[in-house]
């Protein structure tokens, strides 16, 4: 067994072990984190079997997504800071935004959107944990950015996403999720959507995350390994 494959199926242990935790089971999809990795390897966890697929760097993302287009059925997310001058081919290049959090850049995404693709799925990112240098809207903002974005025809809202800040333990890094789901049901309910998304839950808090209701897992290290980053890299 190759050493990709033996760590799939650690993290679906963990993913299973999870869900039947809280009676969750079959629930929680896998979002394979990407980043920094050569294209081989995705296409290896094509092999696996994996289709989902997550991006942080444009440029990097966009070399990889053109080695592997002979691969019909990816889906590509992208879960990077945004930049204005990157809205363009992220609307033309991947399936799945999890990292808006401001309107000017959901318009963006809607205008650039290519008439013949479907609707681009959104995620709204939320600063979970109040951290001031952080990405992602606030809470007290969230609603009325969700109904904003909730209207843009070439965009559909799907669901919130966090990156909460690290945690010494299990109780403490529930505390920020519990939050995200509890804003996911009140905004529903508010604004009367059906967002089914949460994507929350890393290498390090995937059991608190499913436990509290995450329904997508971003898991990078524990599948394809520690990161190392260059100069080089195109953010
Ligand atoms: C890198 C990254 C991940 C994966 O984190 P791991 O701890 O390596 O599993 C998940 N989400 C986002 C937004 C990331 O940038």
């Known amino acids: 067994m190759t050493l990709l494959k033996s760590h799939f199926e650690q993290v679906f242990d ?33 092999e696996l079997g994996q289709r989902e697929f997550g991006e942080s760097y444009l440029q990097e993302a966009l070399v990889k997504i053109d080695a592997l287009s002979d691969i019909h059925d990816i889906v590509w997310h992208f879960i990077g800071p945004i930049q204005s001058n990157k809205t363009r081919d992220i609307a033309s290049h991947f399936h799945w935004v999890h990292s808006v959090d401001r309107l000017k850049i959901a318009k963006r995404l809607n205008d650039q959107r290519p008439d013949e693709l479907p609707p681009l799925n959104i995620c709204l990112q939320v600063n979970i944990s109040g951290e001031a240098s952080k990405s992602g809207v606030t809470l007290d903002n969230l609603e009325a950015l969700a109904k904003a974005v909730a209207e843009l025809p070439n965009l559909s809202l799907r669901g919130l996403m966090a990156i909460p800040a ?11 999720l519990r939050a995200m789901k509890q804003a996911l049901e009140t905004i529903n309910q508010t604004l009367g959507l059906n967002m089914d998304t949460l994507s929350m839950g890393m290498t390090d808090d995937l059991e608190a995350a499913i436990e509290e209701g995450s329904t997508m897992v971003r898991i990078g290290t524990a599948l394809f390994g520690a990161r190392t980053y260059s100069n080089q890299q195109s953010r």
Request: net charge positive; aromatic share 0%.
């Open 166 to 176: 690290p945690a010494p333990d299990k109780e403490q890094q529930r505390i920020p």
């Open 14 to 46: 963990r993913i299973h072990k999870a869900e039947s935790a809280c009676q969750r089971e079959g629930e929680v999809k896998l979002l394979a984190v990407s980043k920094t990795k050569p294209a081989e390897m995705v296409r290896e966890a094509c």
